[in-house]
């Protein structure tokens, strides 16, 4: 591909007014407005006695920060992206960067608790106006992690050295629902100073997260995956609180080692991936392992016994690749093994639990999605400010997602950084006529029918109750 003009044949000029540049944002927006993003948000959050007005009208800055996230912004300054050219004829309500942030930073802890009641009823409405989560009525899983995010401000509050020398981060955790035909979808989240350990406020996370998934349709079994910084006695009764089931990654501790030890060779079964896996201690790619199951492990037993759980240990083991099979001119004397456990009461047989606890790792998708998205940045000095830009962002996110499984198959399962390329930032010119508004969309767009597909569904009359 090359220029068609000479450049002195060509020129740009920032002057129409009847352009947008994302026009995905109008069948995107119309659904948050069936689902009742405004409407809950009215209802439940409250700024009352803040400064400078800077609680008013929270619905129309929630609506917002909401649709700049979802049309890629990451930091307060991104959100003035809203304000450019025809976009005041679309959406009536928006907020300046300066008013929004004003906003942010009147949030108190309390007031990011009303937030989340928000994201939660809000999941529940786009979950009954999208296939969200196909298949939940029979199994679901709920995935919860934490990640630390990078932040260079010294003043920033809540930022502090933790896991990693030198570097000041907050410390959010989320947790995650999906099903074995799903993308995730973002039960709940929370903000958490730097120095927090992995494991701080998980139960209540946990149990929150249940109930949301709940509250979305995951009526079949829902199991709860997790690594070994969840791997306690709290996580795990809150599971058993909820009926639900657990699959928790336990560390190689003297009483786990002691009993994987002792596990004979004939127990163990040869499985091969389809494709090479990344190794999560090493990052080697591996092809093959071996799976082993003690049937009857009880967890915990220095606490008291109402708080001591007996359920399978299944463990995975693969070659040591660091340690060489021949050294000098003598071969091994024994081949030297790398074990992985998880403590589950996963009914499946061994094999696919082993398979199912695996597929934990999508949640980390999930994350380096918000990292290249809207938590490319924590933007605000204040703690509570963050803690609220971090709920949006899961809101924006599931928004998305639902508008995703609303236009096509493929996008029901794509990242957000493609729904915001094939369905958002979409240009289009502004035409009158009738008192309507027609959107003159670029020809030949090739997502044209997928996002005719978004458009048609959220325009169409509500079905009859």
Not at 42 to 50: F, I, P, T
Not at 368 to 387: I, V
Request: charged share 20%.
């Amino acid at each position: 591909m090359q220029s068609s003009h000479a450049a002195a044949a060509v020129s740009a000029a920032f002057d129409d007014a009847n352009l947008v540049a994302h026009a995905g944002l109008v069948p995107v927006m119309r659904l948050a407005e069936r689902c009742g993003l405004a409407r809950l948000t009215a209802e439940k959050v409250k700024l009352s006695g803040a400064r400078n007005s800077a609680g008013a009208a929270a619905d129309a800055k929630v609506t917002s920060i909401v649709a700049g996230m979802a049309a890629g912004a990451d930091s307060i300054d991104d959100l003035d992206v809203l304000r450019h050219g025809a976009m005041p004829t679309l959406f009536g309500g928006i907020r300046a960067p300066s008013t929004l942030g004003t906003f942010l930073r009147a949030f108190t802890h309390g007031h990011a608790l009303q937030l989340h009641a928000v994201h939660r009823r809000f999941l529940t409405s786009l979950a009954a106006h999208a296939p969200l989560l196909p298949g939940s009525r029979e199994k679901a899983f709920i995935d919860v992690d934490s990640t630390h995010k990078r932040v260079y401000g010294r003043t920033k509050q809540g930022a502090e050295y933790g896991r990693f020398k030198g570097i000041r981060t907050l410390h959010p955790l989320l947790a995650t629902v999906c099903t074995p035909t799903s993308r995730p979808v973002i039960a709940t989240v929370r903000m958490r100073r730097g120095k927090a350990a992995d494991s701080r406020g998980a139960p209540k996370l946990v149990s929150e997260a249940l109930a949301t998934a709940r509250g979305i349709g995951c009526t079949g079994m829902r199991i709860l995956r997790a690594d070994s910084q969840f791997y306690n006695a709290g996580v795990i009764a809150a599971c058993r609180r909820a009926g639900a089931r657990f699959s928790i990654t336990c560390g190689m501790n003297p009483s786990v080692r002691r009993v994987v030890l002792a596990i004979p060779d004939t127990a163990w079964q040869q499985i091969t991936y389809p494709t090479a896996v990344p190794d999560p201690d090493t990052g080697e790619l591996i092809s093959g392992a071996q799976v082993a199951e003690i049937p009857a492990y009880t967890a915990f037993t220095g606490r008291r016994k109402s708080e001591q759980v007996t359920a399978r240990l299944i463990v995975r083991r693969v070659r040591d690749l660091a340690k060489p099979a021949t050294v000098g001119e003598q071969g091994e004397l024994f081949p030297a093994w790398r074990y992985h456990p998880f403590f589950t009461d996963n009914p499946a047989d061994t094999l696919q639990a082993e398979r199912e606890h695996r597929h934990h790792a999508v949640v980390e998708q999930v994350i380096a999605d918000g990292k290249a998205s809207a938590l490319a940045h924590l933007p605000s000095g204040k703690f509570n400010a963050n803690a609220a830009w971090l709920t949006l962002w899961a809101m924006a996110y599931n928004l998305l997602r639902a508008a995703g499984a609303l236009a096509s198959a493929f996008h029901a399962k794509a990242t957000t950084a493609t729904l915001r390329t094939h369905l958002v930032r979409v240009p289009a010119r502004i035409a009158r006529t009738a008192r309507r508004l027609i959107l003159h969309l670029p020809q030949r767009w090739p997502w044209q029918d997928a996002w005719t597909q978004l458009f048609a569904t959220v325009h169409a009359p509500p079905e009859a109750p």
